[in-house]
Every structure is written in structure tokens, then in C-alpha cells.
């Protein structure tokens, strides 16, 4: 039986290997441009066959990088990267990306069937202010050699410490419509453009915008034999709904967003949370796969 294994290259990156694949690798400590919103991030991300299911700087966005937390609007911030949109002007350049800084690990345990990562961070404006005080935990678990999965559960704790309200928003409480994008954001490969999404209320790509329990994301790979699934299952947010964002054209992402169409406004010294969870499956799950994993997590 399998193991997880783990190799810290310390003041970069932690891996997590299962078998002779690495399954994962988090990127906390990496060389990022400013204009890129410098960040931690989950890349490469591997199913359990080693098939690739995350994208890194791919060509149309540099700043997509696998599985990350993202924030497109705050006070006039930008922590996701690139340009701002502005409504009536469009995606603008300007001098306002900001980074989110890794300050230290609480914990780092691994048992050999989980690891748990909890993590301090600091939300900093491109003119060096501290604005957000983060507490993170990422925990992978579940791995399950007989349906080629296992889960990846994302928490963060986000207190304002800018001194001020912080508007939290996005591209559409900004007036773009249907580009709420926000949060925790997965960026697919490229070879999972067209891929077939479900939603736990039946819905397909048509989901964008709406709030539904969990979505799923199946697509063929390249490389391996075989299809893939990446299930997203909404969780919690302290401050409001979540709602979808979902794209398979032109290119695949997934993002359970706090503030699709509402923006958030975090007073001095509040703190939102957030729990998503992101399952990673060989094979092309239909919803009663979905559906018998998720009753079997809940038992």
C-alpha cells in the first residue's frame, strides 16, 4: 500500500508524492513579477495516475498558476494579477498589483495518509501596505488508490488590518457581466478546453453565476490515457453566497467566488472565511459518481 510522502525544499516549495507520482507540489516561496500578483500556489497538480490538472502562466494569462487564492477588486487593489477592468475603459493597466507574502508555517504535519499545512500570510499592496492579515490551511486527504481520488480541503481566514473598510468585489460588481472571478481559483490545462461540467442542480457551463452545492469538471487528457475530473464542492463563506465561477471555453477554471455579484465590505479588524474543497479523480465521474463520493465522505 502506498504512502505519502513529502519533500520540503525549503523557502519554496512543499511536495506530496503517492506511489511514483508527485500528486502536488505548493509554491510558497517562488520568483514571481510584480505584474503577475506574486502568490502562493498549488502546481503541478496530479491525479493519482499522474495525469497534469492544473496550468502554470499559461499564454493568454500569466498569472493563472494552478490552484491559488485570488482577489480581482479591493479598494481599488488588484491581488488576482494583470490588468484591472474598469468599467467603461475595459482591462486597464495600472500600478495597483499587489502580492500576497508568505510569513511562516504554523504547522506542518504529515502522517503519512494526510498532510496539513497552516500557513501565515500577509496581503500587501503594490505601494507596500499591509492590508489583509491571512490564516490559511490546506489539507490533503481521502487519497484512494480504488477510485483514483483524493481531496484537496482550502480554509483562509481574511482580517483587515488595512485601518479602513476594504471593498471586496470583482470584475462584475465592477459592471462586467458574468466575470465574477474571485477567491479560490483552478486554472485547467489547456487540453481541458470543452470539457463537460455538472452542477449539483443539474446545471452545465450555464452555471456561471449561480450558487449550487458542488460542480464537477471532466475533460480527456493529453499524455496519459484517459479522462479526469476535478470536483469542487462549494463549502462556506462567512459573508454572503457563493456562486460559480465556470468556464470550459476558452480555457477550463473553476471558482467558488464570495463576491460574484455582491461586492463584500470588510470593516477594520473583520475577518472572513472560507472553506471550499477540490477532489481530483481519474476518469470521467458522472453525478451518481458524484453523488456516492460525496454521501461516502459524509458518513
Not at 513579477?33 to 496550468?55: C, D, M, N, W
Not at 494526510?114 to 501565515?120: A, F, G, I, P, R
Not at 469542487?232 to 477550463?252: K, Q, Y
Request: overall charge negative; hydrophobic content about 35%; proline content about 5%.
Amino acid at each position: 500500500m502506498s504512502r505519502l510522502t513529502v519533500e520540503h525544499d525549503q523557502g519554496h516549495s512543499i511536495g506530496l508524492g503517492f506511489g511514483q507520482v508527485e500528486i502536488l507540489r505548493y509554491v510558497y516561496g517562488a520568483d514571481i513579477p510584480q505584474f503577475e500578483a506574486p502568490k502562493p500556489y498549488l502546481h503541478p497538480i496530479r491525479t493519482l495516475s499522474g495525469a497534469l490538472v492544473s496550468a502554470h502562466r499559461p499564454w493568454d494569462h500569466r498569472w493563472h498558476k494552478g490552484l491559488q487564492m485570488t482577489w480581482s477588486h479591493v479598494s481599488g487593489q488588484n491581488f488576482w494579477g494583470g490588468n484591472t477592468y474598469i468599467h467603461g475603459q475595459g482591462y486597464t493597466p495600472l500600478e495597483n498589483v499587489g502580492g500576497m507574502r508568505h510569513d511562516s508555517f504554523a504547522v506542518i504535519e504529515h502522517d503519512g495518509t494526510q498532510l496539513t499545512l497552516d500557513e501565515k500570510l500577509t496581503w500587501v499592496t503594490q505601494g507596500g501596505e499591509e492590508w489583509v492579515a491571512e490564516q490559511r490551511r490546506l489539507r490533503v486527504h481521502s487519497i484512494d488508490a480504488a477510485t483514483g481520488s483524493y481531496a484537496i480541503d482550502v480554509q483562509s481566514a481574511l482580517t483587515n488590518i488595512r485601518g479602513a473598510d476594504l471593498n471586496l468585489g470583482s470584475p462584475t460588481t465592477h459592471g462586467r457581466e458574468n466575470a465574477g472571478y474571485t477567491g479560490w481559483f483552478w486554472r485547467g490545462p489547456r487540453n481541458l478546453t470543452g470539457g463537460q461540467v455538472l452542477a449539483a442542480d443539474g446545471a452545465g457551463p450555464e452555471a456561471m453565476g449561480t450558487a449550487s452545492a458542488w460542480l464537477a469538471y471532466t475533460g480527456k487528457n493529453d499524455d496519459i490515457d484517459g479522462e479526469v475530473t476535478i470536483l469542487a464542492v462549494a463549502g462556506t463563506s462567512s459573508h454572503g453566497a457563493l456562486e460559480w465561477f465556470v468556464r470550459n471555453d476558452p480555457f477550463p477554471a473553476i471558482a467558488p467566488s464570495p463576491a460574484f455579484h455582491k461586492e463584500i465590505v470588510l470593516p477594520p479588524e473583520e475577518t472572513l472565511t472560507l472553506s471550499h474543497c477540490f477532489v481530483v479523480a481519474d476518469g470521467a465521474w458522472s453525478r451518481e459518481t458524484v453523488e456516492s463520493y460525496l454521501a461516502g465522505q459524509a458518513s
